[in-house]
């Protein structure tokens, strides 16, 4: 290695990530960060995490950039051509199996954890988490990447179900905060995604519009400038 | 009972089965050669009316400088143009590749390139390679449905921002966006910008150097400004001139042969000139 060329230049671009979906009375959030690092530089400060598949299924990406924007890529396609031949939007299952499908038959060349969520008629709102080696569980809750780890004790205590939409959405915003604010690899914006009956609905949440915990300084009181 | 064969179709990508020898070899002593790499900073933005692109121009092999003026802007389309950092032969090449695919596709088509179009090729080659084509690249264009920017990784995957810096010199040249970037710039903003991004590269990093290189791309056409800015010119040599009078080598021996004489064909036909 050059002395001059430093790791982040050859590094692999991965999403250190937090990402999750809950189910909530009516349909699915999705939320995110936005953080995509080389190493330890961070790449790009503000990509979307989430990805839509089709109208009505919507994927979280984890892991390896190249590798999940193939999978959902391909997984779009399908979901496209499936779409046309069956005549009727595709369900959250059938999405969800299809991106299970491409993870598990080439686990050993994939790094990517994944979380497909949507809307359809027959289950209404579905989350199915789909982790590395390609397991697909349908939960009512999933989370995922690395700053998930910071996040299974709280999820487990404050997690109810059938929360309204704002309930929900708060909920989910809370906990990608949170998980920001231990894990080195997520940070910049929290982004979410709302898919019910009505349609999709998404949004984005500033540094200063995130709740603040424990020790953490407001933002207009800066340190540098005080 | 009969025994079947599957026939797979040949699977494209990287056979590694070279690579292999190569370790070996490594591990016996044999020196491996030092690639040419474009060490670089490479950026690029989008203003008011459409994207501008620079890049520095060194290219090293190692710690030499192998090329002092280099161009790292490469063509791809009428309309689209692309940056690139790495290793000098793959981004010449995956370029030059993409650029010739483009032109089939318009002549398919008969519709002018996306910019869309240009990412899918690069990064599904990219892919394919898992990584061992090194071409870290930004590529910019405008086409009928607007401006565009993209950052493109050796692995594959990409991003598509309103202002992007790859190669060893981007933490220095996004100091200098993150700081001083605004949407909607006009393009003499814009240009500043960019000039100062390349510049905090070819002054901070040591795999940048020489000179500014631009392209500013709009609905109108492209603009190729080649050595736009020169912060490094060859100022150290003497003015009179470099010259040596006789005696100031010493000569050790000296034998002069004539050249020899003109070839005349004397038999046969001399070859005939088209």
């Known amino acids: 290695m050059e002395p001059m060329a430093g790791e982040w230049t050859s590094a692999a671009h991965s999403m250190g990530t937090t990402i999750m979906a809950v189910e909530y009375n009516g349909g699915v959030i999705l939320g995110a960060d936005s953080r995509t690092t080389t190493g ?10 989430i990805t839509q598949l089709t109208d009505n299924v919507y994927l979280c990406r984890s892991g390896s950039a190249a590798d999940t924007q193939v999978v959902s890529d391909y997984v779009r396609y399908f979901l496209n051509q499936h779409t046309i031949q069956l005549g009727r939007e595709a369900t959250v299952k059938t999405a969800a199996t299809l991106v299970k ?12 954890g994944m979380i497909v969520a949507g809307w359809d008629k027959y289950d209404g709102g579905s989350v199915y988490a789909v982790p590395l080696g390609g397991t697909l ?8 990447g690395s700053g998930s780890s910071y996040l299974y004790g709280f999820l487990d205590q404050a997690w109810r179900p059938q929360m309204s939409k704002d309930e929900a959405e708060r909920f989910v915003v809370k906990s990608i905060a949170l998980a920001i604010a231990r894990d080195g690899a997520s940070g910049g914006v929290v982004r979410t995604v709302t898919v019910n009956e009505h349609g999709v609905e998404r949004n984005f949440f500033a540094g200063d519009k995130l709740p603040l915990f424990h020790e953490e300084i407001p933002p207009g009181r800066n340190s540098l400038l005080a | 009972m009969t025994k079947t064969t599957i026939d797979l179709p040949p699977k494209g990508g990287f056979s590694f089965d070279l690579c292999r020898r190569n370790a070996f070899l490594e591990s016996q002593g044999t020196k491996m ?7 670089t900073t490479i950026v690029g933005l989008i203003f008011k009316d459409g994207v501008i692109l620079g890049a520095d121009t060194r290219a090293t092999e190692g710690e030499i400088v192998c090329d002092k003026n280099c161009e790292k802007i490469h063509y791809l389309a009428p309309n689209i143009s692309c940056c690139g950092a790495g290793t000098a032969a793959d981004t010449e090449n995956v370029t030059d590749m993409v650029s010739s695919q483009l032109e089939l596709h318009r002549y398919a088509t008969g519709r002018d390139s996306r910019v869309v179009t240009a990412l899918t090729m690069l990064k599904s080659h990219l892919f394919g390679y898992q990584g061992a084509v090194s071409a870290a690249l930004v590529l910019g264009g405008v086409d009928v449905t607007g401006p565009h920017l993209h950052a493109v990784y050796p692995h594959g995957s990409t991003d598509t921002l309103p202002f992007a810096t790859m190669g060893s010199g981007s933490l220095a040249a996004m100091a200098m966006f993150e700081s ?47 050595n736009y800015q020169q912060p490094n010119p060859r100022s150290y040599t003497h003015s009179k001139g470099y010259h040596f009078t006789s005696g100031h080598t010493a000569i050790l021996s000296s034998k002069i042969r004539a050249l020899r004489n003109q070839v005349r064909v004397v038999e046969g036909d001399a070859m005939e000139e088209e």
């Open chain 2, 180 to 226: 001083r970037f605004k949407e909607g710039m006009t393009r003499e903003e814009g240009i500043e910008v960019v000039c100062a991004a390349i510049c905090a590269g070819i002054f901070n990093d040591l795999g940048s150097g020489s000179n500014v290189d631009l392209c500013v791309i709009t609905k109108g056409g492209k603009e190729y400004l080649r």
């Open chain 1, 137 to 144: 569980l349908r939960l009512p809750f999933a989370t995922g």
């Open chain 1, 40 to 49: 330890v530089y961070v790449a790009n400060r503000a990509s979307d995490k």
């Open chain 1, 101 to 112: 499908e491409l993870a598990y038959q080439n686990k050993s060349f994939l790094q990517a």
């Open chain 2, 33 to 39: 050669p030092k690639f040419r790499k474009t060490g």
